[in-house]
Antibody, heavy 121, light 110 residues
Framework: QVQLQESGPGLVKPSQTLSLTCTVSGGSISSGGYYWSWIRQHPGKGLEWIGY???????YYNPSLKSRVTISVDTSKNQFSLKLSSVTAADTAVYYC?????????????WGQGTLVTVSS | QSALTQPPSVSGSPGQSVTISCTGT?????????VSWYQQPPGTAPKLMIYEVSNRPSGVPDRFSGSKSGNTASLIISGLQAEDEADYYC??????????FGGGTKLTVL
């Protein structure tokens, strides 16, 4: 059973960079067939896709966030990470990592529990 | 990319059926069968309920079904149960190789 777990600071100051890591267990990121995704949810709002990465390092980002987002992968640690620069209060959200079945359905079949990141001074 | 369009809310009584629509464009829903539906009870992570328009993952009750016509996909929940009360989101693959979500629909079981 694949499991994902987000980790990182719960509080980030405005203008700084938000950094989160997702640790995958029960399966290898390097096995292929899946993109590893970041999604966020503003308080009381809907889901917003941030971007995803393949184990090879290939990435795709939401055009609205592309200028501030970097997603990277560390296959040796079975982890992938999110960096969002120049954050403002509008980036306060619950951040989820998830596995996307890129080979067949583009469905997000396994999700982390989510981590709340608050942007405040 | 613009979010897919879902009704903000739907409701139904136990035992009834409800349909949640998800309207996109020819660059996403209309061009790919890579449409998924997620259920999110309050305070929990989303759960995959439907993939590839109409397929159910193992463990999802067959009361949940999906379909697509043109640029609009639909989630149908039959035999409503109190436990179905949650937010529901659709998603689609896009021609830019990205994903896009719908705005979400709150299902109330009366």
């Amino acid at each position: 059973q694949v499991q994902l777990q987000e980790s990182g600071p719960g509080l980030v100051k405005p203008s700084q960079t938000l950094s989160l890591t997702c640790t995958v267990s029960g399966g290898s990121i390097s096995s292929g067939g899946y993109y590893w995704s970041w999604i966020r949810q503003h308080p009381g709002k809907g889901l917003e896709w941030i971007g995803y990465i393949y184990y090879s390092g290939s990435t795709y980002y939401n055009p609205s966030l592309k200028s501030r987002v970097t997603i990277s992968v560390d296959t040796s640690k079975n982890q992938f990470s999110l960096k969002l620069s120049s954050v403002t209060a509008a980036d306060t959200a619950v951040y989820y990592c998830a596995r996307e079945d890129s080979q067949y359905s583009s469905s997000l079949d396994y999700w982390g529990q989510g981590t709340l990141v608050t942007v405040s001074s | 990319q613009s979010a897919l369009t879902q009704p903000p809310s739907v409701s139904g009584s136990p035992g009834q059926s409800v349909t949640i629509s998800c309207t996109g464009t020819s660059s996403d829903v209309g061009s790919y069968n890579r449409v998924s539906w997620y259920q999110q009870p309050p305070g929990t992570a989303p759960k995959l309920m439907i993939y590839e328009v109409s397929n159910r993952p193992s463990g999802v009750p067959d009361r949940f079904s999906g379909s697509k016509s043109g640029n609009t996909a639909s989630l149908i929940i039959s035999g409503l149960q109190a436990e179905d009360e949650a937010d529901y989101y659709c998603s689609s693959y896009t021609s830019s190789s990205t994903l896009v979500f719908g705005g979400g629909t709150k299902l109330t079981v009366l």
